[in-house]
């Protein structure tokens, strides 16, 4: 991918998101013409939608597909349905399958974009059907059908219409785990797509084999990285990697040889108390006998640099690992700091400011600590001012405890290991006035571009990424954001997703506060298209308080596994100046933005609170604390979310109290010391 490309948003324009919201007409294709929103995915007879239905039990020699339970499943009209045609959307309203006036017995009745996946546990040899439009559309309807073995395409049969002869199917699926047969329309929309698979048949199959568990067994633990340095004060993160048999608990217990000079949190993460060493132990709490340790070297950091007599030098470029500490400017579009070298560097104790991106990287094991970061606007036609920290393919990065203004964080794939603890993390920062206004050259600004406080694109399959305690406000007039964070084709894993958690965010207006569009909000999980679920989603948000954002509070519109939880989105309708917003949205929506289909689901959106109070150019005020059209699919959940009457600055005003509440509580401090 070329540079261009890389530091591209590769967002997808949303300007019109607030019109789309409110006034979006369902204009769907049903079998008999109407314009109404088809019904969440079934699940299973006898399942609850978001259930997840035991595996089949194959029997050995040949299956009938049909009276095997689905692990998953959806459809565009109605449920699918078990050896009758599709019919309409009740469950058992289907007609006998027909295919060219033949009728069969065994075989599912869909409509297209349906999807169902089976389990074979890798026991069958052969899978075969036969495919057509039913006879009850007649000559009309569409579809492609397509076989899938785990992810890999077997079988496609081209467009076949109402006038299609049946086609016949045979594919090797030996050894495979998963069978997934898709139906799709034919690219002119899925009006009378009803498609049939008639007698499914798994042929060649085993009978399970009963394997004895192995006893529970310990084999080693080591912790990774194997010695650390810190100063007092800082933090860092250690992970064990325990080698387990027999369902063995992998579980450990942390301790410290010597607290005073280091203490070690349950979760492995070390903070730095004195300057001295100390020995880091993980001890399995399966077997005591087995453990892993890791050497803490801890400090004293550097003299911060004194606000108000900054001299800055000029740019600094590192082409070695180290601690650098100092101040630099750029004074013109190029990097402040470049980071040209692999080895591990941290830049803390520092000023800088410059017309282009502060620090910038390739491949960098970076962490920024205890920076003040000023991103300046250039004074060029059409340029703002850029990204504070703009790294591509991220071995490592830490940022934390530092102060940015202008400027927020953009990564662009990640291509670190986990497992020796290397990810992305973004911890107690002051973020200031985020700001896409473009120059118009002499002094002034006209238009602007898309500005985020943390930006993710491409950063996928990372299960050490945390984005928490951050706090970013905005003032009207004087920034212009976009989504403040956003996740773009990213997703952490299923058991260890992104985690944004416990920040504070106010304020996301368009350059002009008074305009009537803004896409921009407060967090966005699932943007982007990837047609893989493990390329975009698994993203935790939770404990976040997010104020007067403009278009929306929180949301999510693509991907599978996103989970919005336990957050405060507020907002009065107004600047602080209270200037009416004319771009207020709406508070909390999940909402297949892309029509990813069958690539869309298993998101939670539960016991937040939204207060998103709309007031009109009249002055009468209204709330739109919410909006869900997507809320139920493939098995997402909407529950428990806590619509707020009318709110007011004063209501704004009151949450930055708590949020300051919750800082002292919890003994954090944002920003640069």
Known sequence: MGQNAVWGNNKKGRAGLQGTLLLLTLGLASCG??????????????????????????????????????????????????????????????????????TFGRGFGTHAGSSMAFDLGGRCSTFT??????????????????????????????????????????????????????????????????????????????????????????????????????????????????????????????????????????????????????????????????????????????????????????????????????????????????????????????????????????????????????????????????????????RNLRVEGSTFTGGGIYVHNFIGDPAAGQGIRILKNNFVNIDGRKSDGAGGYSGSVIRQMVQFNGVTRIPTAEIAWNQNINEAGRSAGEDLINMYASSGTPDKPILIHDNYLQGSYPANPTEGAHSGGGILLGDGVTGNPETNGYQHAYGNTVISTTNYGMAIIGGWGNRIENNRVISSGRTPDGTRIAAQNVGLYVWDMYGSGAAFGGHVMQNNTSGWTKVSATGTTSQNNWWFPNGSTNGSLTANNAGLGTQTLDSEQAEFVRWQSKLSAAGIVVGAR
């Open 33 to 102: 013409g109407q314009g109404s929103l088809p019904p969440a995915p079934e699940a299973p007879a006898g399942a609850a939608v978001g259930t997840v239905v035991e595996p089949q039990q194959l029997g050995q020699g040949d299956n009938t597909l049909s009276v095997e339970p689905f692990v998953s499943v959806s459809n565009a009209w109605g449920p699918v349905e078990r050896d009758r045609s599709n019919g309409e959307q009740g469950a058992g309203d289907g007609r006998t399958l027909t295919l060219n006036g033949q």
């Open 129 to 394: 059907a036969s495919v057509g439009v039913d006879d009850e559309v007649g000559d009309r309807g569409s579809v492609l059908f397509q076989v899938y073995a785990d992810g890999v395409k077997l079988y496609d049969s081209g467009k076949m219409t109402g006038k299609s002869a049946t086609r016949t199917l045979s594919v090797s699926v030996a050894g495979k785990r998963e069978l997934r047969l898709v139906v799709t329309d034919a690219g002119d929309g899925n009006q009378f797509d009803h498609a049939d698979w008639v007698q499914p048949t798994l042929r060649g199959c085993t009978a399970p084999t009963t394997v004895a568990a192995p006893a529970p067994s310990v084999s080693s633990v080591t912790v990774s990285p194997s010695a650390l340095a810190l100063t007092t004060g800082a933090a860092g993160k250690l992970t064990a990697t325990v080698v387990t048999g027999g369902g063995a608990s992998s579980a450990v217990t942390w301790s410290s040889s010597t607290p005073g000079v280091a203490t070690v949190a349950a979760d492995g993460t070390v903070t730095g108390v004195t300057a001295g060493t100390a020995t880091i132990r993980a001890t399995s709490t399966a077997d005591a006998s087995k453990f892993g340790t890791a050497t803490v070297t801890v400090s004293a950091p550097a003299p911060a640099p004194t606000p108000g007599a900054v001299v800055y030098g000029g740019k600094l470029v590192v082409t070695r690992g180290g601690t650098y500490s100092g101040n630099w400017e750029s004074t013109d579009t190029t990097p402040a700091v470049s980071i040209q070298t692999s080895e591990p560097v941290t830049i803390e104790n520092a000023n800088i400011r410059g017309r282009g991106p502060l620090i910038h990287g390739y491949g960098a094991n970076l962490t920024v600590r205890n920076v003040r970061g000023t991103s300046l606007t250039p004074n060029i036609l059409g340029r703002a001012a850029e990204m504070a920290i703009k790294i591509g393919d991220a």
